[in-house]
């Protein structure tokens, strides 16, 4: 009761303070205070949120854009191709939203690519179009802006997505095994590096199972080829420090000892991850595009993709994907590969759907990109 009163005399207090300021300030600052309460939603109820508060009559044409942006930012990382149920929200609304946003401000990375994501996830590629060459005059360098327009510039409407024209992409794997664990030795056998390359052929798919690249078996260093090596890349083999990517990857880039990394392949290090609850039974696994010079860090225990296909997972990440989420998902959900708990929507489920159009169009600009940049196909 007491809190009760306390919140009338709060409100008193700011309708009050509302009444006394100007009409623009008013509206600002119910956008702003607005905002800030969404945010404290718990992520998947902002969706809803933010498409009533731009949806509300009345207001301003700065602070409906406001709201926009707002359900952009979390609309940007859910699809109706990321679960096998469909979405509890009606993603027609946010494409009308979303739409008169862009319009309003057409060169708004966050709200034109949330939009252009929703319509190739729609395989409405002409829709899509216009909205990334808009961002492309602003944003030349945003890798998915020119994914997302190569894409549809060669793919037609209703179509799923297809491997780009000529013989699919081959990447050699060069596998190196960080860990000093005997376990993990046991495991990380040069056969079952083959095999993880067969598990990555089967896996890195697209929902319908079309493969968007190919992996051979290159090459593999043995923990005992490596662990006298002067890079300092094999620190990362058994760090109890917080993982810090962009040291490891200044420690990769630096390396010149092609046992440790071979520079015309994707190098996928086996390691033992380590976090302070669970000590080296952390399975935490890492994949970093690296400036199309990618590599993966698996832990040892995710071989023979044994936990949330770890293997597509972080290669995904290696081909430029980030995380998303599938509200409401539990550990047995069916999921998209890049579905991550980290996204707080709900679990990562099980990462056992392919990947969208939207996530096959960034994987396919990057493949190129990468091939290129490894001195492949020469
Ligand atoms: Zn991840």
Known sequence: MKSRNHARFFLFALMSVVFCASVRFQLLVAADAATAAIEKMPRPQRLDAYTKAANASGLSAADRQVFIQGLARHAKDV?????????????ATWMSLLRRGWEAAPTDAGIGLA????????????AALPIVTALDKVHPDNHEVNAFQVFCQTTKDGAAVAPPAGPLKVFPLHFVVLTKNPAAHRVATREQCRKECD??????????????????????????????SASA????????APFDTDAVARDFNACKDRKVRDPEAINVYVFDSYNPQAKFGDLTSHGKRNSNRPYVLLDWERL???VQNAEAHEMGHAFGLEHVGVPGAVGKTSSNI?????????SGGLRDLGFSEAQAAVILFHAQRTYERLGLGK
């Open 304 to 306: 023979d993709n044994k």
């Open 199 to 228: 598990i990555l052929n089967a896996t890195f798919r697209t929902r319908e199972g079309k493969e968007l690249a190919r992996f051979v078996f290159k090459g593999f260093s043995s923990y005992d080829d490596i662990k006298d």
């Open 338 to 346: 890049m579905t991550s708990a980290s996204e707080n929507f709900g």
């Open 115 to 126: 939009l252009a994501r929703l319509h190739i996830d729609a395989r409405q590629y002409s």
């Open 79 to 91: 699809s109706p191709q990321y679960q096998n149920t469909p979405l509890p929200w009606n993603t």
């Open 233 to 240: 890349l094999i620190r990362s083999g058994d760090a109890t």
